[in-house]
């Protein structure tokens, strides 16, 4: 039989940090949510150090995503394309903007190669970074891969703005939660 | 109810194509495949025209790929994304060459930076091309994205050789058929 379908899951814990009605006003409380998706994630041991969430232009969560390339054994499944994944799902349109609304990535770490290229189709506005590539490098052993030289510049070209250095302290610090954890690369 | 599962599904016409038993020996044969599941996927509608496949050392098929953007309403449903997605599934492991074995994932043209991207973490150890991106950007209005400026380097100071132009002609046909049949670019 070939491959008919692929599901991918996020884990249980994430529905009771779920709040329809909060309001997450500002890039800082947008990159703590993210954070925080992180941690969780380390804390209950269901997949990588790695959190993000695309929110509307009111600062509501679209949806939710966590680094789940272990459980779910799938490279793909880092925290921005879950995120991704989810919002399109629950909005059903491939690009989140093209009906004119404004939609934010916020997320803990400098995106991959693989999550910085879907960044591009996926239908965002605005990209809020907590740690750098630098930083997640230094502190773990994961690969950030290969990016243009100006990745900031072509992501802006292309109308979306980036922030980044978002809360970086908060994001640092949950890679050395992971490593004490027993984390290992992925 | 935030996000908690995402499913993406191939189109049952995959089915008809799949012959466990075969064995596509060469890269000619490989992108051939590739290209014939792009061409399906433009005359049954049932996604844009790009195809891709996973083949083991041997060059039997371990999973399919096209694309399903529109289908899915999901910006990550690249073909190539389907395919290491797929693979990954049926194999039960995120880097499909940690055990030893080698994999080569042919493609009916050049990766967009998404896949780009997502060819470093699914565990390749080859990327047989048809269309050139140039090629899908003269033909249609499909966009590649940025990549580094040495994409091919990158990928094979990685471990993962590049050979590109295969069977092109064939490849560029395919944006063609899809033009007569009247498909947009998404």
Redesign the interface.
Known sequence: ??????????PAW??Q??DPAQVHAGNEARVALAIRLARRNVEHGTGGPFGAAVFDADGH?V??GVNR??P??????HAE??A????????????LNEGGQRYVLATSAQP???????S????IDELLIGARSSDVMELSEF?E?????D?IG?LERRGIAVRRDILRDEAREVFHLYARAGGSS?
């Open positions: 039989m070939p491959n008919a379908a692929i599901t991918l899951t996020l994430i529905e940090e779920f969560v949806a939710y390339v272990m779910e054994s799938c490279s793909v499944a394309m879950m991704f994944m989810g919002a399109q799902t629950k909005l059903r349109r491939h690009r991959c190669c693989q999550c910085y290229g879907a591009f189709w996926a239908g690969d891969g290969p990016l243009p030289a990745w072509e992925y």
